[in-house]
């Protein structure tokens, strides 16, 4: 079985406001599966919909080919850190994993040195959390989620406020888990460097609709490219732009000057489009992309500064 999670159709509203249009959202066994989208995109809904936390509107969800109704056995296969764990200020990280192990009763004491030994706090002995770094205290998060030898395991921002020593810790850690010990995860952040560090998978959701979802590869490929250009009159041709691809993506930058991320192989048609509707192009080329424009490109769509 390679898909681990499959949703079908999933939504969710909150009242009127439906954050998670349906949705069909996979994951396949070995990925590191990066989930990319702004603010209130419906990240943090979809993994508490998947952690069971939420119940979708409509839709279903199979957890390692299993629907959710007969999944019980596959939900302890998966590790879930939506938020950070309410770990006890004054206990030791052995305290603290004792606590949960024992309140879910599932595996030998013998494994709470097991996850702190492969989180790197198994030399913290006697430091208490409330002592612990921002970077520590993410890592036994983590150690938490490893308790029940998970096969996946589904992090939300588990970077957000760490320092770069932090995120390089997490980052390492990361990929030890899925190289070394198969397993597969699932990240959201809105840090993209990071990101394209760790993940050789990247879905883009935007407004709880997915946008895109490539490979490290075809991203790579499909960001390496942009067109940019100085015009006389920016907010016409964004006009002209959008009316012509109704999927472009550009921005309009100082200076009148636009960036298209797309339709890249249509630069030719693009330029005579310009002039022949009484642009004036004053400089046209393509240049390289970084991929964070790329992704600001998808996630923001096209940006009028
Ligand atoms: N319990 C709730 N009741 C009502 N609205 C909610 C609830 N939980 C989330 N929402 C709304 O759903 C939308 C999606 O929120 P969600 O937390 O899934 O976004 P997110 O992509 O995780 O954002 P962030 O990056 O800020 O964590 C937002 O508009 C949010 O206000």
């Not at 279903?60 to 200020?89: C, D, H, V, Y």
């Not at 150690?143 to 998970?150: E, G, K, V």
């Not at 310009?274 to 600001?296: P, Q, S, W």
Request: glycine share 6%; proline share 2%; aromatic share 8%.
């Amino acid at each position: 079985m390679n898909t681990i999670i499959q949703t079908y159709q999933l939504t969710k509203k909150f009242k009127e406001d439906e954050v998670l249009k349906p949705l069909d959202f996979s994951v396949k066994k070995g990925e590191i599966c990066a989930l990319i989208g702004k603010n209130g995109a419906g990240k943090s809904t979809l993994f508490k919909i998947l952690a069971g936390q939420l119940f979708p509107t409509t839709g279903e969800i199979q957890l390692f080919g299993k629907s959710s109704k007969e999944s019980e056995n596959e939900k302890k296969r998966m590790g879930f850190m939506i938020e950070t764990p309410a770990f006890f200020p004054d206990f030791t990280a052995v305290q603290n994993l004792e606590y949960f192990r024992i309140q879910r009763g599932v595996v030998e004491k013998k494994r709470i040195y097991e996850v702190l030994e492969i989180v790197g706090l198994a030399n913290e002995k006697k430091k208490q959390f409330k002592d612990y770094s921002m970077g520590m205290k993410q890592r036994l998060g983590i150690a938490l989620c490893l308790l029940s030898n998970p096969d996946c395991l589904v992090l939300d921002e588990p970077i957000n406020g760490l320092d770069v020593e932090g995120i390089m810790e997490i980052r390492r850690l990361l990929l030890k888990l899925n190289q070394e010990k198969n397993i597969t995860i699932v990240i959201s952040s809105h840090i993209l460097t990071e990101l394209k560090l760790l993940a050789t998978r990247f879905v883009f959701i935007k407004d709880g609709v997915i946008v895109d979802d490539l490979s490290k590869e075809a991203l790579e490929e499909k960001s390496r490219k942009q067109i940019l250009l100085t015009v006389d009159d920016s907010v016409k041709a964004a006009q002209l732009l959008e009316r012509a691809y109704a999927d472009i993506q550009f921005k309009v930058l100082p200076n009148q000057a636009i960036t298209i991320q797309n339709h890249v192989e249509s630069s030719g048609k693009i330029n005579r489009l310009l002039v022949d509707n009484g642009v004036m192009v004053k400089e046209f080329r393509i240049e390289a992309l970084n991929l964070e424009e790329y992704f600001l490109g998808l996630v923001e769509g096209n940006k009028h500064d």
